[in-house]
């Protein structure tokens, strides 16, 4: 359960506190108004999301040529859906495009949150405009790993992001380590025409 603002959420996304069955039935009588359910995103946790802002993207990342998503446990939400995957060891940044999220970053493509940290609202919670959070892929089905096109964008804008915040000067005894990154061109090429975005600028060059 989301219990009240002051109740210390925080020490359960450090690790500092665990959540068990136990401590959930707890929450319910503690808080017996708190209606919604949220899934903690992370390595820490093993799980991350994404959440395309509506069905016309999510449909697009469904069947889009050189995407596709897996069968995996899938919310839908009031305006689109939610799928969980397992939260690969690096993935220790979201990119949601939401300025108001502390975890602000922009969206590694458009209309689609990529959480890898806070949490995501869970079926049988209740969105503040009265839709329903419902199940389409039960909780109870395996995780899958997030696809591969994903991946590739995801370490591909970290890459990116570190190479920015490297020194450029470097010493003889310590020389700079090439890493490869798949060529997304194709990829980028389909996101552009089906998004109708005029160029890659949301991913990162080189």
């Given amino acids: 359960k989301i219990p009240p603002r002051h109740f210390p959420l925080g020490e359960y996304e450090r690790g500092e506190r665990t959540v068990t069955p136990d401590v959930i039935r707890q929450w319910s009588a503690d808080y017996p108004d708190a209606t919604n359910t949220g899934i903690l995103c992370g390595p820490r946790f093993g799980v991350m999301a994404i959440d395309p ?114 020194p450029r000067e470097r010493t003889a005894s310590a020389p700079a380590r090439v890493t490869s990154t798949p060529d997304l061109s194709p990829t980028i090429r389909a996101i552009e025409a089906a998004l109708g975005v005029t160029d890659a600028s949301f991913l990162p060059s080189g």
């Fill in 53 to 166: 802002d509506n069905t016309e993207v999510a449909r697009y990342l469904e069947t889009a040529p050189g995407l596709g998503l897996p069968r995996t446990p899938t919310t839908a939400t009031a305006r689109g859906k939610h799928y969980l995957f397992t939260c690969p060891p690096d993935f220790d940044k979201s990119y949601t495009g939401d300025p108001e999220d502390p975890d602000h970053n922009e969206q590694l493509i458009p209309g689609m949150c990529t959480k890898c940290s806070g949490y995501v609202v869970a079926p049988g919670s209740v969105h503040p405009s009265g839709v329903h959070y419902g199940s389409l892929v039960s909780l109870s089905e395996p995780l899958a790993a997030p696809p591969a096109w994903l991946v590739a964008l995801y370490r591909k804008r970290r890459h990116a992001e570190r190479r920015a915040s490297t």
